[in-house]
């Protein structure tokens, strides 16, 4: 099975750009999908497609990229509000199985 | 207001069963593809499984293929998921989430979430 590589923890001084990686072999063929999910709450989508798309009320200090293998979520200006765990996922074209990565908690300090 | 709401979760023994629903408003259900995703206590995302808008087609976590079967009623607009046979360390909640698409294009960006349900397999 395939999978998708984040770091588990970063940490970013308030007002700072943060980037959150996420990393495999998948991503070559299709592309990625971040969520930040808060303790507590449902997963909310924040970057997708092949355009890193914002859905509406998603702030435009987040941002999206790719290259290769590596996907990337961006986040310039981090604010207190942005302290969460982030998820990247994507979908694996020769099973159409999803797979989610391993997840990273942002601190912001 | 585009929503799902969840229903069914609870207390169930080690090889016990269990049916998780998802009733959708807001937006035109019949459209969009639907997942399944879990999250154990404290730990990441799992995804579950997928349903095709008309359903004729389904993907399945190799974890749960065999045991949990998803499925929907266009009509009721409303995602099910049976679960069977289910295990200690299946204890999570369960979200259903709406895919971006009919067919997971996109690569599986989910854009409307539930609001989790707790399924604790235990003694």
């Known amino acids: 099975s395939y999978e998708l590589t984040q770091d588990p923890a970063v940490s970013v001084a308030m007002g700072q750009t943060v980037k959150i990686t996420c990393q495999g072999d998948?991503?070559?063929?299709?592309?990625a999908s971040w969520y930040q999910q808060k303790p507590g709450q449902a997963p909310l989508l924040v970057i997708h497609?092949?355009?890193?798309n914002r859905p509406s009320g998603i702030p435009d200090r987040f941002s999206g990229s790719s290259s290769g293998d590596t996907a990337s979520l961006t986040i310039t200006g981090a604010q207190a509000e942005d302290e969460a765990d982030y998820y990247c996922?994507?979908?694996?074209?020769?099973?159409?199985?999803?797979?989610f990565g391993g997840g990273t908690k942002l601190t912001v300090l | 207001q585009v929503q799902l709401v969840q229903s069914g979760g609870g207390v169930v023994q080690p090889g016990g069963s269990l049916r998780l629903s998802c009733v959708a408003s807001?937006?035109?259900?019949?459209?969009?593809?639907m997942h399944w995703v879990r999250q154990a206590p404290g730990k990441g995302l799992e995804w579950v499984a997928f349903?095709?808008?008309?359903?004729?087609?389904?993907y399945y976590a190799d974890s749960v293929k065999g045991r949990f079967t998803i499925s929907r009623d266009n009509l009721k607009k409303t995602l099910y998921l049976d679960l069977k046979r289910l295990r200690a360390d299946e204890t999570a909640t369960y979200y259903c989430?709406?895919?971006?698409?009919?067919?997971?294009?996109?690569?599986?960006?989910?854009?409307?979430w539930g609001q989790g349900i707790l399924v604790s397999v235990s003694p």
């Open positions: 989430a709406k895919d971006l698409g009919a067919t997971m294009v996109g690569g599986g960006a989910f854009d409307v």
């Open positions: 807001g937006f035109n259900f019949r459209s969009f593809g």
């Open positions: 349903i095709r808008s008309d359903g004729t087609q389904k």
């Open positions: 998948i991503l070559r063929g299709d592309f």
């Open positions: 497609g092949r355009k890193h």
């Open positions: 996922n994507c979908r694996d074209g020769s099973s159409n199985h999803v797979v």
